[in-house]
């Protein structure tokens, strides 16, 4: 699924996530380490920390999908994966600490072949 899918007047729209994810809005403000307003009212959905956290996951969940083949596979990954050489961690758990480059080159180490 593109970035545009997730996305509405320049912005991450939180309600098209939760729709092509087939979770619940307090299941996304969990899954980004949110509270449910910063998803549901409009001034919380654009201020730059939740527009972040949302284009982290959605960066993350993109990289994988192809691998996994939908997103919803993709987004069962992001939540429930430890990822090696991270202490257990889930991509979840390390882009709600502000480590999605992390994920990020994780993955692309593990696409070149090189085991993390």
Same mark, same amino acid.
């Given at each position: 699924?593109?970035?545009?899918?997730?996305?509405?007047? /320049?912005?991450?729209? @939180? %309600?098209?996530?939760?729709?092509? !994810?087939?979770?619940?809005?307090?299941?996304?403000?969990?899954?980004? &380490?949110?509270?449910?307003?910063?998803?549901?009212?409009?001034?919380?959905?654009?201020?730059?920390?939740?527009?972040?956290?949302?284009?982290?996951?959605?960066?993350?969940? /993109?990289?994988?999908? @192809? %691998?996994?083949?939908?997103?919803? !596979?993709?987004?069962?990954?992001?939540?429930?994966?430890?990822?090696? &050489?991270?202490?257990?961690?889930?991509?979840?758990?390390?882009?709600?600490?502000?480590?999605?480059?992390?994920?990020?080159?994780?993955?692309?180490?593990?696409?070149?072949?090189?085991?993390?």
């Amino acid at each position: 699924m593109s970035i545009q899918a997730y996305a509405e007047n /320049g912005t991450f729209a @939180p %309600r098209k996530i939760v729709a092509a !994810l087939r979770t619940t809005s307090d299941e996304l403000a969990r899954t980004l &380490g949110l509270g449910k307003d910063a998803i549901q009212r409009k001034d919380r959905i654009t201020s730059a920390r939740t527009q972040r956290r949302i284009r982290h996951m959605v960066e993350v969940l /993109g990289k994988v999908e @192809p %691998r996994l083949g939908s997103p919803l !596979l993709a987004y069962a990954w992001y939540r429930s994966e430890p990822l090696p &050489g991270f202490s257990g961690q889930t991509a979840m758990h390390l882009v709600q600490s502000n480590r999605a480059d992390e994920v990020l080159t994780y993955i692309d180490a593990v696409d070149a072949g090189i085991h993390a």
